[in-house]
């Protein structure tokens, strides 16, 4: 078993236009192992995204007090590259479009990141591998056989984003906003493929903001992020909750004095 | 005094020529040439110096071509492979043959098609005038090829050239291309330089030129791998007739100094060209690039594109001439050129030059300096990609640009695979 912890981590970012570091997480506490799936769910604008850039090392997020450790090893000084061969997925909002790079080269890439020079993935495994985790999420060779990214719609690259976790199988993933821009068709296809690395051997942590996901990947854990904290956790109740009652009304009966960024 | 070049090379001009069986009209127009070299200035190129490469002074034009270890083929019909100027493969498919295409050495088309090559044979855009280079190009030349593709004939497959430059051996490599695609044809012709051994210092000069005639249709390729001890004048030109086309992917990967100079007129009404060149430097050497589009036909078009990456302390130096001349109405100049700096000893400069000499235009141009794209990097580091394999992946996205063009996947794979052993090298300390 693996686990994840995030521990008081505060986390900033430097504002382009001023130069100065804004705070965005403000002491967030997570403990999360394999074998379990958690959501964090909450406002827009309240630091769920750079959680997981934080998590997966992203420069351009400074984390100024915590730390976070991977099987109670820090990991803050680990370069990205380290920590994904380490174990460490993030499926991002925007992915980027490389020309040039086939998906199949790339792929391969990131595969044999992780094995000894003398041990490279064979071709053929390789090719076996593909054909199979294509066939969970309905894609073709086509696909694979383009350029990174290149020219995909929204809901063709969050299925290359987990094409790519379905390839790589990490020890934890992190999925920011897979749903955003996805129809309930496509939505389905991307929770059979998260579904289908359910097990002992995965934990994922789900940011969404709404609860319509995670009808499809339910998850063990629900927390609540408002204002670069975690206000609350439950199960997966508490997202119903949610989805009933609004972020203003849970803020409102926890009393937390935090402003909304789409409250009028 | 130094001899002049006349008195140094008229004789053995004289006696290629006749051992080749030149006809008298070419023997006299290399010994025209011989004589305008002594006169005619280097050619210029904004912030490119080249004259301590001594391109204008050759050692040893008519040396024999010595035998050369092998060379791995590519298997196709249609190919053309060059030992300095002993051809090796010159392999033409009966189809195409017996619908009029010609793919030979230039002494056998002088031999057999004297009057296609005489029409053409530096007489459509550059000529024996223009610079120093090209009249010694000429007045040397000891290697080259002859393509032609006759009237609305659309070749499907891939014409292919290799030319080998012996960098063992002490020989100027003087080599002449002539492509010419008649009334309303189509093809796609790939070129292919390269250096075996590189034990001695030389000088290359290469002319390279593709008459698109109208309603004609060229896709031309290249792919230039001069080893670290050659010093490279290379001139491509084209000329594009009404409503045709001429686009460009070139690949400049060499690993000595390369001074080009890819011009394209376009001649005629609704003529067409996507001038598109991407370069890697790499050690100390200098690449300068001054790729040209003049527009004279009414609503032509004329795009360029340049990427290049630089590393260790190298130097790249793209410019990118766009000029359109008065009375080419409703024509379109565009030109974009980018530098990656990979290394702060590298020196990058990519400078847009637009000559505008028409009201009734669209042109534009961009032009940039700048480093690796840390959102990319973050992207394929994000998947346990080392840096420096993610940097080549990012570096052959910028590239990507002239190999998505190239039609072949064998010499795609080719590219790519230069691509990164430059790569691989560059990225040593």
Known sequence: MSTLEVKDLHVSVVDDENGKGQEILKGVNLTMSTGEIHAIMGPNGTGKSTLSQAIMGNSAYKVTQGDILFDGKSILEMPVDERARAGLFLAMQYPQEIAGVTNVEFMRA??????????????????????????????????????????????????????????????????????????????????????????????????????????????DQVHIMMDGRIVKSGGPDLAKKLEEEGYAGLRDDLNIDAKLTDEI | MRPSLKENYLDQVVDFANKNEEPNWFSELRQDALNKSADLALPQYEKINYRSWRLDRPKAPFAED????????????????????????????????????????????????????????????????????????????????????????????????????????????????????????????LENYLSNGNKETNIANIVVEVVALDNSNVHFSALDQFGSNVSTYLNRHGYVGNDARLDWAIGSMNDGHVVGDFGTELRGEGSHTEAKVVAITTSDQVQGIDTKVTNYGKHSIGHILQHGVILQSSTLTFNGVGHIVKGARGSDSQQESRVLMLSRKARGDADPILLIDENDVTAGHAASVGRVNEDQMYYLMSRGIDEKTAQRLVIRGFLSSVITEIPEKEVRDRMTAMIERKLVNGQQK
């Open chain 1, 110 to 219: 990131a595969i044999n990141s992780r094995r000894a020079d003398d041990d490279q993935i064979p071709i053929m495994e390789f090719m076996k591998k593909l054909d199979a985790k294509q066939e969970i999420l309905d894609m073709t060779d086509e696909m694979s056989e383009r350029y990174l990214n290149e020219g995909f719609s929204g809901g063709e690259k969050k299925r290359n984003e987990i094409l790519q976790l379905l390839m790589i199988e990490p020890k934890f993933a992190i999925l920011d906003e897979i749903d955003s821009g996805l129809d309930i068709d496509a939505l389905k296809v991307v929770s059979r493929g998260v579904n289908s690395m359910r097990g002992d051997n995965f934990g994922s942590l789900i940011i969404t903001h709404y609860q319509r996901l995670l009808n499809y990947i339910v998850p």
């Open chain 2, 66 to 189: 010595e035998n050369i270890s092998d060379v791995t083929l590519p298997e196709t019909d249609n190919l053309l492979v060059q030992n300095g100027g002993t051809t090796v493969v010159s392999k033409l498919s009966d189809k195409l043959a017996d619908k009029g295409v010609i793919f030979t050495d230039i002494w056998t088309a002088l031999k057999e098609y004297p009057d296609l090559v005489q029409k053409y044979f530096l007489n459509t855009t550059i000529n024996v005038d223009s610079n120093k280079l090209i009249a010694l190009n000429l007045a040397l030349m000891n290697g080259g090829s002859f393509l032609y593709i006759p009237k609305n004939l659309k070749v499907e497959e891939a014409i292919q050239a290799i030319y080998i430059q012996n960098g063992d051996e002490k020989k100027d490599y003087n080599h002449h291309v002539l492509v010419v695609a008649d009334e309303g044809s189509e093809v796609t012709y």
